[in-house]
């Protein structure tokens, strides 16, 4: 199986910060990295796939990047709303697995 | 527009088989490059790919619990069913039904809202 490394596990940060989550595949995995949201009590949402394109309906201030094994997420100026649990995925073959989560917080 | 909905046992007891299904809409399992699956989520932990089928039928499923799982479609009743057999407390998890397609990359684009199952004797 392809291990997905977030990098880190917690972040604090304040409304209108910039935030930068990383996240490592145990080997290449080309751009079939896909970034998800997950507010408590709720079903995560789709942000970016691909590695760099912003699903439809998110917000610009979210962006991606990376390919082989390092990936991005960065949120360019965060807002109330985006205090959440942050989850990289790969797609690159079956099992597909998930980074273990990087939970932003105020 | 997609919907998933997941619906099943809350409680199951050890040794137990549990049955879900989810019941979709909004789009048809036999158009190319789509597929559903389901993913689970330990309380507190991350999330976990367990299985997915593709509109081509083809099934694919989590190595370690291969051997328990087995994932079935309905395209006449749009449902997808998911069982897993000798269930254990640690298989105690909110369990999702997911859309997924191919644009670019696989990626999944629609979840259900979950369903909690708690294996408890």
Same mark, same amino acid.
């Given at each position: 199986? %392809?291990?997905?490394?977030?990098?880190?596990?917690?972040?604090?940060?304040?409304? @209108?910060?910039?935030?930068? /989550?990383?996240?490592?595949?145990? #080997?290449? %995995?080309? !751009? +079939?990295? !896909?970034? +998800?949201?997950?507010?408590?009590?709720?079903?995560?949402?789709?942000? %970016?796939?691909?590695?760099?394109?912003?699903?439809? @309906?998110?917000?610009?201030?979210?962006?991606?990047? @990376?390919? @082989?094994?390092?990936?991005?997420?960065? /949120?360019?100026?965060? #807002?109330?709303?985006?205090?959440?649990? +942050?989850?990289?995925q790969h797609s690159y073959s079956t099992p597909w697995t998930f980074g273990q989560g990087t939970k932003v917080e105020i | 527009q997609i919907t998933l909905k997941e619906s099943g046992p809350t409680l199951v007891k050890p040794t137990q088989t549990l049955t879900l299904t989810c019941t979709f809409s909004g789009f048809s399992l036999t158009s190319s490059r789509v597929g559903v699956g389901w993913i689970r989520q330990p309380p507190g932990k991350a999330l976990e790919w367990l299985a997915l089928i593709y509109w081509d039928d083809?099934?694919?499923?989590?190595?370690? *619990?291969?051997?328990? *799982?087995?994932?079935?479609?309905?395209?006449?009743?749009?449902? $997808? $069913? *998911?069982?897993?057999?000798?269930?254990?407390? $640690?298989?105690?998890?909110?369990?999702?039904?997911?859309? $997924?397609?191919?644009s670019y990359v696989w990626h999944i684009d629609y979840w259900g809202q979950g369903t909690l199952v708690t294996v408890s004797s």
């Open positions: 199986d %392809i291990q997905m490394t977030q990098s880190p596990s917690s972040l604090s940060a304040s409304v @209108g910060d910039r935030v930068t /989550i990383t996240c490592r595949a145990s #080997q290449s %995995i080309r !751009n +079939y990295l !896909n970034w +998800y949201q997950q507010k408590p009590g709720k079903a995560p949402t789709l942000l %970016i796939y691909a590695s760099s394109l912003l699903q439809s @309906g998110v917000p610009s201030r979210f962006s991606g990047s @990376g390919s @082989g094994t390092d990936f991005t997420l960065t /949120i360019s100026g965060l #807002q109330p709303e985006d205090f959440a649990t +942050y989850y990289c | 083809d099934e694919r499923y989590r190595p370690s *619990l291969e051997r328990r *799982l087995t994932i079935t479609k309905d395209t006449s009743k749009n449902q $997808v $069913v *998911l069982t897993m057999t000798n269930m254990d407390p $640690v298989d105690t998890a909110t369990y999702y039904c997911i859309h $997924v397609k191919q």
